[in-house]
């Protein structure tokens, strides 16, 4: 039986010429139903987050001491086992605690109007679409990881996040089972709101994160160019709250600075920096 999403690019595919990207999706998409290109989802956030830490991973055990003028708590060094046994507990978590959830979200998906029919997106709605995501996420997930530093949600949940008060890449998604799915609903609240093409979708949760596993990195390199986003936080500034750790009342952001400022929990990480520029 053909899917539903074929029929209707098919008509649309009769009615003009395709562009390369939209007979690549075609091809692709034409024989699957619109549950599993949902399920895709669990795939790529399997894929990306075993690929993009290696990076930083290699750099960590290799010792190289060039790099170590960007790490930024430099005494401090991870052993392949700890980082394999890092990798082990995020995988596990997310075939049993989110794997799970994407198979029975996939009605409120269809339901929402996350569409996988063509036309695609073009590059400026796949941009803003991006943009606003990060923001409802980024202002959304301030709140709650600020209310996970209270003394209860600490204590039961967001601690096991702060075992590694020495961030690595691979330890971005490292939480208690109940923060990945607590985490989650801001993650997923921008598609809620505005709704658009899967691809959107799989690219709002790809670049995430990535965005994590570099803010958990480690290390501050010059030649980022995510240091060229307004507001964007960065290795070093997420690297304060994970070492000050459960006593953390500031930098909160997941993302961007902009609420920290706003409600003022970034100044004992500006007070750092003032004293470290004084000390240098």
Known sequence: ????????????????????????????????????????????LCLFYSIAPIPFALIELSGYKKFNKYKIQPYVKRTFLEMFMC????????????????????????????????????????????????????????????????????????????????????????????????????????PVLVPGHIITYWLWFILRQLEAIETHSGYEFPWSFTKYIPFYGGPAYHDYHHFVGGTSQGNFASVFTYCDYIYGTQKGYQYKKRMYKKMS
């Open 1 to 44: 039986m053909i899917p539903y999403h074929t029929l209707e690019e098919s008509k649309h595919a009769l009615s003009r010429n395709l562009t390369f990207a939209e007979t690549l999706w075609f091809n692709y998409s034409a024989k699957k139903s619109d549950f599993v290109l949902h399920c895709h989802n669990i795939l790529f």
């Open 87 to 190: 990798y082990k507990y995020v995988m596990k978590t997310f075939i049993f605690a989110v794997g799970p959830v994407q198979i029975v979200s996939y009605p409120t998906i269809k339901w929402l109007g996350i569409r996988t029919s063509l036309p695609l997106p073009s590059s400026w709605e796949l941009f803003w679409q991006l943009l606003v995501y990060f923001l409802i996420e980024d202002y959304a997930n301030y709140w709650i990881h600020r209310m996970l530093h209270c003394k209860w949600g600490y204590e039961n949940i967001h601690k096991v996040h702060h075992e590694y008060k020495t961030p690595i890449g691979l330890a971005a998604p490292y939480a208690h089972w109940a923060e990945i799915w607590i985490l989650g609903l801001p993650a997923f609240l921008g």
